[in-house]
């Protein structure tokens, strides 16, 4: 048996299932982009439900920025 030092392993690959920074930051703006809208619709704002409808593509565009900054998934 060799020392801990000298045994070759291979590399754990670790499934992330896409919890990154990236999809995290993306998903919580359009979570929150979703209860403006909804709020908007509740109070008859449509102003207020247009900003809700404009977060959505805020968070989209957040979520792919992050992530070709290098914090999103990454290929295998």
Same mark, same amino acid.
């Given at each position: 048996? %060799? +020392?801990? !030092?000298?045994?070759?392993? /291979? +590399? #754990?690959? *670790?499934?992330?299932?896409? !919890? %990154? +920074?990236? /999809? &995290? %930051?993306?998903?919580? @703006?359009?979570? @929150? /982009?979703?209860? #403006?809208? %909804?709020?908007? @619709?509740?109070?008859? !704002? &449509? +102003?207020?439900? &247009?900003?809700? #409808?404009?977060?959505?593509? #805020?968070?989209?565009?957040?979520?792919?920025?992050? !992530?070709?900054?290098?914090?999103?998934?990454?290929? *295998?």
């Amino acid at each position: 048996m %060799t +020392p801990m !030092s000298q045994q070759q392993t /291979a +590399p #754990v690959q *670790h499934e992330d299932h896409g !919890s %990154t +920074p990236a /999809a &995290w %930051t993306a998903v919580t @703006i359009i979570m @929150i /982009a979703f209860l #403006v809208g %909804t709020l908007g @619709i509740i109070l008859g !704002s &449509w +102003p207020m439900f &247009w900003v809700g #409808v404009a977060l959505v593509a #805020v968070g989209a565009i957040a979520g792919k920025v992050l !992530s070709m900054m290098g914090m999103g998934k990454k290929a *295998h």
